[in-house]
């Protein structure tokens, strides 16, 4: 296989979580409604020359590296490509996916901007019988989704909260002491945020319910810490905000839940200009972008998490290729590639239009200034 797609070891904590984050998981499923599977079909149309990739944004770094490593593997296959970026705007990502429609695409490959208002042009697709891979984003409202590869979205949740767990030593302080936490989490419109949240929130709300930690903002909820866009500037405001708030003379922050990386950044930033502490403040992260990977380097941003990309497109270019082979959805549609990182098959926890869909979830690194060059080194080979 290429060096490209060589696997990073995974650290041990990873091991913990993965055993226990399946049997933890919260899917946005109604109470009342009991979903069902989705029902093997196997590829029986025309041969596919033409694919398109919707991106939802050209604004994040993450999403050219995976824009560019789908097309790459498509176009060394021997597939013409189609590929438009959403710039965070439904409309816009619509449109351009009406338009690739329009232009040829055989088969699409779509990370949402918003996983619950694609309605019309995957209707479209539907009625064209063009199969779709929702990537690295659930799309809701398509039960007849071919798959949804993605990273194990509550895993990375729990490791960014156990990270700051750790890092203040909460099973091993003073009863009597506690900890200033803040939280920023995701976009809401972003499927994975929920996740993100959830799995972080399964391992902090114990501490903060016993006063370990507490939240000087009093904001808990998903909904009440969400950033728009995942946006960096915005971050930084709320971070002014909440410091000139509840951050005065007597009040340290100890840590803040960031999300990913661009709102670390925010965060950091606000942190730099505004904190007029001297204690280091915990940030998490996630994405491993360059300038985050440099505040890791530098001590302003404690961790992040790394999803390695090659392997997040190598897997979805091996389950289309399958599928387009006349293997079945009912199978694995890994099976027959040589890949060398982990990746588990779910089909009963993601739910669009109350079907379960079958699911790819890659497992999650941390990277953290002590394995920083051990992990990001061994993914570029």
């Known amino acids: 296989m290429h060096k490209l797609f060589k696997i990073v070891t995974l650290i041990s904590i990873l091991a913990l979580f993965f055993t226990n984050c399946s049997s933890q998981e919260v899917s946005n499923i109604p109470e009342e409604t009991t979903p069902t599977s989705q029902s093997p079909t196997i590829y029986t149309g025309e041969k596919v020359q033409t694919i398109g990739i919707s991106m939802p944004a050209a604004q ?6 995976d824009a560019d490593l789908l097309k790459t593997l498509f176009e060394d296959a021997g597939y013409d490509v189609l590929l438009s970026y959403g710039d965070n705007l439904i409309d816009t990502q619509i449109n351009e996916i009406n338009q690739m429609i329009d232009q040829g ?5 779509i990370a949402p901007v918003d996983s619950d208002s694609l309605g019309s ?20 409202h398509d039960p007849y989704l071919l798959a949804y590869v993605s990273y194990d979205n509550y895993m990375v949740g729990q490791l960014q909260a156990q990270y700051i767990v750790d890092a203040l030593d909460l099973n ?3 009863n009597d002491s506690s900890f200033n936490l803040e939280i920023f989490s995701g976009d809401s419109a972003d499927n994975n945020a929920i996740y993100f949240y959830d799995g972080a929130m399964s391992i902090l709300e114990p501490y903060i319910k016993t006063g370990k930690l507490k939240v000087l903002s009093n904001q808990t909820s998903f909904y009440g810490t969400s950033v728009s866009s995942w946006d960096t500037s915005l971050a930084h405001e709320r971070m002014e905000v909440l410091l000139s708030s509840y951050y005065g003379t007597n009040q340290q922050l100890n840590a803040v839940l ?12 606000a942190i730099e200009s505004s904190y007029n502490k001297d204690n280091q403040v915990i940030i998490t992260g996630q994405d491993c972008d360059s300038s985050n990977i440099q505040n890791i380097r530098d001590g302003s941003q404690s961790m992040s998490i790394f999803k390695n990309l090659n392997n997040e497109a190598y897997a979805t270019f091996c389950i289309v290729q399958n599928y387009l082979n006349g293997v079945s959805t009912g199978d694995d549609l890994t099976e027959g590639y040589d890949l060398d990182f982990t990746i588990r098959r779910d089909s009963n926890t993601y739910v669009s239009d109350d079907v379960y869909i079958t699911s790819y979830l890659l497992s999650p690194e941390m990277v953290t200034n002590v394995n920083i060059d051990e992990i990001l080194g061994n993914s570029q080979e």
């Open 105 to 109: 695409a055989q088969l699409l490959i």
């Open 60 to 65: 994040l770094e993450r999403w050219h590296i």
């Open 258 to 269: 960031a999300a990913n990386d661009s709102i670390a950044l925010g965060v950091s930033e």
């Open 121 to 140: 042009c995957i209707e479209n697709a539907n009625k064209a019988n063009i199969p779709i891979v929702a990537y690295d984003r659930l799309i809701y």
């Open 172 to 174: 091993n302080s003073d």
